[in-house]
């Protein structure tokens, strides 16, 4: 009797329970935040490489970037180092909200997704308004998503593997899309951050503003490790992990959709019907 029950109740919930599992893994690796740290050497030669590409940007080509889907933002994860190899050339930190990313110099939805992107390439970090953007997918813990939590007098750090800018913020903001004034030179030429993003769901026309003021430059090597860690520095080498899984990617797929997409909809159908096949054996043995 028992061998029976094991074989045809047990057998099934435990399937199920894997499966159960194995989505809700997908689902936490789909919210976490990704490791992007970098060695200071390996920062220090992809910012000798990519700051002399810093080129401006069109108009043109910043309107060609729409909302993303969750999707946008697995396929940027997988390839998110070699994204960073070609268009990083420095990193922004808050450590007040545990918050540190790398900064891409080229406008693209792949970069808004993986990164900090500068809006106005050819601006130096230090320099006038270095304005920041990234995407925003909704309630998800990631990228810029965290600036909803600074508050003024926070420190917000930029560096470019060789010196360190340190940022006092003096503002932070829901504007409408359309206050562009934001992103303007200071008329003083004071030397100020912006960090923005979209605030609310896809289509909305409202941005989270982050503003603050330039208080001091260090050098790097002035910096301790532990300070230097919370820029996303590390001593040595970070390994690259695996960011995403072909369950997250279906999860993305079906919150994008807002329907579960078709393989998601035949594990649950094979899960239901393994159950009800092991019931109707059950009846007919006893």
Known sequence: MMKRIFLYFFLPVLVIFISTCWIDRGYEQLLEIPDTSVSLSDGQEQAAKNLPESSPQTNENREKISDAGMQVLVQARKKRTKTIERFGIGRVAIPAVNLELPILNKITERN??????????????????????????????VLLHRIEQVTKGTK??????????????TANEIIQETQIDVLDQ?????????LIRCEGGPGTDYRRVVQGTLEETVPITQLSVAQQKKLGISRQTATAKKESSWMSEQLALSIQEKRPTVPLLMIGLANLLFLIVQGILFVRKS
Do not use: C
């Open 112 to 141: 808004l997704s993986t990164g900090a992107t500068m809006y106005f390439p050819e601006r130096p970090l230090g320099q006038g308004n270095v304005v920041l953007a990234s995407h925003n997918f909704s309630d998800a813990d």
């Open 156 to 169: 917000i750090y930029l560096t470019d593997f060789t010196n360190v800018w340190i940022y006092e913020v």
């Open 186 to 194: 200071p008329a003083d030429n004071t030397a100020i951050v912006t």
